[in-house]
């Protein structure tokens, strides 16, 4: 069984920056994730990296200004994001043991973290 723990969400402004955290225990492999939910939208890929080949996937609206990485001695997957926008505001989700950016192949999900930016 997988747990996922996400922390390093938070409330910022434009423009700001904030680093959110996934520490996993088990085994996570091929991919993990970052997906987010704003109210009344539905779940969106934000950033994806594989384990294997360290390769990695980001949605447009965040290429340019988000950043996944992982550590594998920690068994945990960073999101850096910066020049952040209103837009970014929503539940953002750590998920893990997926294909890519096949979110329906993602068997564990962490509980959320919120992000909210104000203009």
């Known amino acids: 069984q997988v747990q996922l723990v996400e922390s390093g969400g938070g409330s910022v402004q434009a423009g700001g920056s904030l680093r959110l955290s996934c520490a996993a225990s088990?085994?996570?492999?091929?991919?993990m994730g970052w997906f987010r939910q704003a109210p009344g939208k539905e779940r969106e890929g934000v950033a994806i990296i594989c384990h294997v080949d360290d390769s990695t996937y980001y949605a447009d609206s965040v290429k340019g200004r988000f950043s996944i990485s992982q550590d594998n001695a920690k068994n945990t997957v960073y999101l850096q994001m910066n020049s952040l926008k209103p837009e970014d505001t929503a539940m953002y989700y750590c998920a893990a043991g997926g294909y890519g950016t096949a979110m329906r192949t993602y068997n564990y999900w962490g509980q959320g973290t919120q992000v909210t930016v104000s203009s």
């Open positions: 088990g085994y996570t492999y091929p991919c």
